[in-house]
């Protein structure tokens, strides 16, 4: 089983300004997700982008996926300080929805 | 719509005790998840159910781990015994209705201390 890797670990930003993360992952994948866990609300799935897409959209999260460099990025715009939180991309390798996750992304909004 | 209940939200044990986690997913969900996640790690799969029958438990410790769904809806968690790298959040979470099939739904957690 592979598991993703998010980059950078820790990210620090002023509110309004946007957020930028990356995964990457080392086997074929029929799809990735990326989660936010935060102590208020647990572990909330954000958006889902299938192998065949490349860009996806949703309110304030742009999502990419580049399956040549199996890599995914997940940017956040305008950012809000209930923002803050930890980011995890998931793969999902086999189509049964057996999810492996990255290590997370730890984001820091400032007020 | 309600979502997955997990109780209890805290325990702390000694080592080579016993103990057990229940979770109640979304009701119709037909697949139920348990995981695993260690401080400052992401949650890692220990096993997972369609309906009553196990669809994965590769990375279930099967030595002193167990879990079972019975009736294809609630499920229980157990381990026996304990061991200090049992420390750890416990995830429930399901999937399988409405419109998006891959998406997982999380219930809050049980958060292991392990003494």
């Known amino acids: 089983s592979q598991q993703g890797e998010e980059d950078p670990q820790a990210l620090s930003i002023q509110e309004g300004e946007n957020a930028t993360m990356n995964c990457s992952y080392k086997t074929s994948i029929n799809n990735l997700q990326w989660y936010r866990q935060n102590s208020g609300r647990g572990l909330v799935h954000l958006i889902l982008i299938r192998s065949n897409e490349r860009e996806k959209h949703s309110g304030r999260l742009r999502v990419t996926l580049d399956t040549s460099k199996k890599s995914s990025s997940l940017l956040i715009t305008a950012s809000r300080a209930a923002d803050t939180a930890s980011y995890f991309c998931a793969t999902d390798e086999s189509g049964a929805n057996n999810l492996f996750f990255g290590t997370g992304t730890r984001l820091t909004v400032i007020p | 719509e309600a979502g997955v209940a997990q109780s209890p939200r805290y325990k702390i044990i000694e080592k080579r005790q016993s103990v057990a986690f229940w979770c109640n997913p979304i009701s119709g969900h037909a697949t139920l998840y348990w995981y695993q996640q260690i401080l400052g790690q992401g949650p890692k799969l220990l096993i997972q159910f369609q309906n009553n029958g196990v669809v994965d438990d590769s990375q279930l410790p099967k030595d002193r781990f167990s879990a079972e769904r019975l009736k294809g809806v609630d499920s229980t968690l157990k381990i026996q015994p304990a061991k200090l790298e049992d420390s750890a959040v416990y995830l429930c979470?399901?999937?399988?209705?409405?419109?998006?099939?891959?998406?997982?739904?999380f219930g809050p957690g049980t958060r292991l201390t392990v003494l």
């Open positions: 979470a399901s999937s399988g209705g409405g419109r998006a099939l891959n998406e997982q739904f």
